[in-house]
Each structure stands twice: as C-alpha cells, then as structure tokens.
C-alpha cells in the first residue's frame, strides 16, 4: 500500500462469501457443435456438485429443434443422483417447456428475456413484450407448484442485433420479471461487449426495482472483461456469479458469443482475494478436463489451461 493511501483492494469492502451459480451444463454444452452422450452430460453435473457448486442448472427444456444439444433432458435428469444440499435448475422458455420440465421433477426453473427485440426475436422468435406476457403463466405456474424461480435478461450491455442498450431498459425490463414473481434475476452480457464502467451503471439502474441479493451476474467473456466486470459486481454488492465450467459455451443464437466465463477462472479469484465460494476448483477443472475427449477441442477457460500454480522447486 503506498503511505497514505487506503488500500485499492480492502476486505471490508468484499462480502465474506458468495454463490457461484454454475451454467456449463446448460449454457456451455448448448453451444457444443455436437450432442454429447447423456450419460457423459449427467456425471458432468453430478461431478459440479461433487465439486462444491450448490447450484448447478442442469439443461434446458427449450424446443428441441432449436437446441438439438439438450433435447436429452429428461432422460439426463431421469438418471441424476442429486447431491441433497444442491439445486438443479432448467432452462424453459415456455409452458410447453414448463410442463415437460415438471413432469421430470424438477424443483427450481430459469425463465429468459432479452433487453431487445431484435434479439428476442433471434433467440425466441417473438419480441420482447410478447416473450415477457407468455411468461406471465410460466412463472404463476412454477411458484404454484412450489418451484424456485429465476428470470434472466439477455444482452444486457449490448445487443449483436440492435446495438446499444440503455440501462434504463435494462431497469424496465429487469422490474417487469420481478412483477412476474421470479424470486432472482440474473443480468447477461451475452456477447461480452460489457467493461466495469457500464456494469455499475446497470446495477445502479435495475437496483431502484430489485435487491442486490436477487440479482445475479451472467457475464461472458468473449472480449476478455469478465472477471473484471465480476469484480466491480462484487464491489458492488452483488452476492451470485454465473459461470461455466471449462468456459464452455455461449448462446447459440448470438454470433461470437463463445466464451462464457470460465468457473475455475472465477473461483480462482475469488480464492485470492479471500471470498469463500465452497468451490474446490481443481475438482471444477477435472470435471470439465473429462469433456475434452468428446468436444473435440482444448477447454477455452484460461484456468482450465493452465492448472493451479505449482512452482518449480528451487
Ligand atoms: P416457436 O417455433 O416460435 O414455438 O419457438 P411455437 O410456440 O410457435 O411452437 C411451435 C411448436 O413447437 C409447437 O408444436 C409447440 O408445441 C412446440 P406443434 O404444435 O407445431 O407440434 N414447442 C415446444 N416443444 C418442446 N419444448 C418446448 C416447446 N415450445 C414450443 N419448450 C421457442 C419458440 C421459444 C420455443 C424457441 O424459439 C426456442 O426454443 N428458443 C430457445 C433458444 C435457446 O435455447 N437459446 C439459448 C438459451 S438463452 C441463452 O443462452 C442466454 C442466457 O444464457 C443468458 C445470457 O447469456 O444472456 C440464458
Ligand atoms: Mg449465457
């Protein structure tokens, strides 16, 4: 610390712990060019849990036809031995979703939403406000069947269709999910355009309509700034990080949205800088070092390559 000087990086400024939330299974392997076998998928997340991830969203229940990666879902949860103190969310984008999520016994769901139409329309082929009413009964349904819930918005800080967003949009659209009852949103820079600056800006915007510990961080790191946006969130007060084992995925209908940030990356940080996740990262590398054999190519996370740090003896 220079004399005089508050240190840069204070303790007392950092939570003492927070909630990784782990998407590899769900946001990495969708992106994958080919279907993994399920029984490969099914010891990935129970190999997540094992590894300390208390939240492991396991697959989507989203049209087959769009995601032909995860149209196993059933049959991978059929067969998943749970860890007892883990949940194992479920993408739906709809009440057919829904319906098909429950009758496999799920017990918590993830909604989506973009910030844009221009996306929205991409990703779920209808605009947002459309998208966002069809939830309505999604959501109703899911916390009347006791479900956990959680909302996510999509290219939060940048759209690859319609360019800039505002983050008063953001706002907006993050109150409307939290009208319809979800009990968590999570935030996506789903291209990786986002740097520390606008993270704050956004947070300060959607925190008028929801409270830090609702929301969650869903950052990508195609151009390399997740973890420092992870930081600024965590300075300022966000508590729940998504990330993906290996740095597995993207979102298959967001060209060069590859690269989602890497579990191992995250935890390693947060490692350093004292911040307690449960998350034993070399159990998160192996897990995902056991996919490569079937993906075809090295894991994209910068840990994950790497290793832990084992110096050279003398
Ligand atoms: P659509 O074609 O407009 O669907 O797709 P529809 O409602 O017109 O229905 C057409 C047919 O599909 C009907 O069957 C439905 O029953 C059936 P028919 O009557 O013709 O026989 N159908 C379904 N079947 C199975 N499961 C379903 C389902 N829904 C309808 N769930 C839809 C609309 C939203 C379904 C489609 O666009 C879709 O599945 N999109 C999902 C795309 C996707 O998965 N993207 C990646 C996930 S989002 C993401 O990665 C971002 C995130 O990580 C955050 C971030 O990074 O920012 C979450
Ligand atoms: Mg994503």
Same mark, same amino acid.
């Given at each position: 610390?220079?004399?005089?000087?508050?240190?840069?990086?204070?303790?007392?400024?950092?939570?003492?712990?927070?909630? +990784? %939330?782990?998407?590899?299974?769900?946001?990495?392997?969708?992106?994958?060019?080919?279907?993994?076998?399920?029984?490969?998928?099914?010891?990935?997340?129970?190999?997540?849990?094992?590894?300390?991830?208390?939240?492991?969203?396991?697959?989507?229940?989203?049209?087959?036809?769009?995601?032909?990666?995860?149209?196993?879902?059933?049959?991978?949860?059929?067969?998943?031995?749970?860890?007892?103190?883990?949940? %194992?969310?479920?993408?739906?984008?709809?009440?057919?979703?829904?319906?098909?999520?429950?009758?496999?016994?799920?017990?918590?769901?993830?909604?989506?939403?973009?910030?844009?139409?221009?996306?929205?329309?991409?990703?779920?082929?209808?605009?947002?406000?459309? +998208?966002?009413?069809?939830?309505?009964?999604?959501?109703?349904?899911?916390?009347?069947?006791?479900?956990?819930?959680?909302?996510?918005?999509?290219?939060?800080?940048?759209?690859?269709?319609?360019?800039?967003?505002?983050?008063?949009?953001?706002?907006?659209?993050?109150?409307?999910?939290?009208?319809?009852?979800?009990?968590?949103?999570?935030?996506?820079?789903?291209?990786? +355009?986002?740097?520390?600056?606008?993270?704050?800006?956004?947070?300060?915007?959607?925190? +008028?309509?929801?409270?830090?510990?609702?929301?969650?961080?869903?950052?990508?790191?195609?151009?390399?700034?997740?973890?420092?946006?992870?930081?600024?969130?965590?300075?300022?007060?966000?508590?729940?990080?998504?990330?993906?084992?290996?740095?597995?995925?993207?979102?298959? %209908?967001?060209?060069?949205?590859?690269?989602?940030?890497?579990?191992?990356?995250?935890?390693?940080?947060?490692?350093?800088?004292?911040?307690?996740?449960?998350?034993?990262?070399?159990?998160?590398?192996?897990?995902?070092?056991?996919?490569?054999?079937?993906?075809?190519?090295?894991?994209?996370?910068? %840990?994950?390559?790497?290793?832990?740090?084992?110096?050279?003896?003398?």
């Amino acid at each position: 610390m220079r004399p005089g000087r508050p240190p840069v990086v204070d303790p007392a400024r950092l939570p003492r712990a927070v909630t +990784v %939330y782990e998407v590899g299974p769900r946001d990495g392997l969708q992106n994958e060019a080919s279907a993994l076998p399920t029984a490969v998928k099914r010891a990935f997340v129970e190999d997540l849990a094992a590894a300390g991830l208390r939240w492991v969203e396991a697959t989507s229940f989203v049209h087959p036809r769009w995601v032909p990666q995860l149209a196993d879902a059933a049959e991978l949860l059929a067969g998943l031995a749970r860890a007892p103190d883990a949940r %194992y969310p479920v993408l739906v984008p709809n009440e057919k979703g829904l319906d098909r999520a429950l009758a496999a016994g799920v017990d918590a769901v993830a909604v989506f939403a973009a910030a844009t139409d221009g996306f929205s329309q991409r990703n779920q082929n209808a605009p947002v406000a459309e +998208v966002m009413a069809g939830l309505r009964p999604v959501v109703e349904r899911a916390r009347a069947a006791g479900l956990w819930v959680r909302g996510y918005l999509s290219v939060c800080w940048g759209c690859p269709v319609d360019g800039a967003v505002a983050p008063a949009q953001v706002a907006a659209l993050a109150r409307d999910l939290v009208g319809l009852g979800v009990d968590a949103v999570s935030l996506g820079d789903t291209v990786g +355009v986002a740097t520390p600056g606008g993270v704050e800006r956004v947070l300060d915007a959607v925190a +008028v309509h929801a409270a830090p510990e609702r929301l969650a961080l869903h950052m990508h790191d195609t151009r390399g700034a997740a973890l420092a946006n992870c930081f600024a969130g965590l300075l300022w007060g966000v508590t729940t990080f998504d990330a993906s084992a290996g740095g597995l995925g993207g979102c298959p %209908y967001a060209p060069g949205a590859s690269g989602n940030l890497d579990t191992c990356d995250l935890v390693h940080l947060l490692d350093g800088l004292g911040v307690a996740t449960g998350v034993d990262v070399e159990a998160v590398r192996r897990a995902a070092t056991r996919l490569v054999p079937y993906l075809g190519r090295p894991l994209p996370g910068r %840990y994950s390559r790497a290793g832990a740090f084992r110096p050279a003896p003398g």
